[in-house]
């Protein structure tokens, strides 16, 4: 499962909703949450408040966790 970073919904990714944004693939769980991504994917990057006026409860990561114990 992969979750829908416009709207925090749990998705199959197997959707056919889905945008690529550097590098990574994003999916979404209709339409208009890939058009809204589409539109300001930094709005969804956990990155900088663009006026959303809330954050997400975690941070938007698919990578692995780096190695701590290098
Ligand atoms: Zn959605």
Redesign the pocket.
Known sequence: MAK?P??G?Q?SESTQFKSEHVGQTFH???QG?KSNFDKGPMKYMGGRDMGMGHHWPTPFIFSPRPNENS
């Open positions: 829908d416009v709207c919904m998705v979404f769980c209709s949450c």
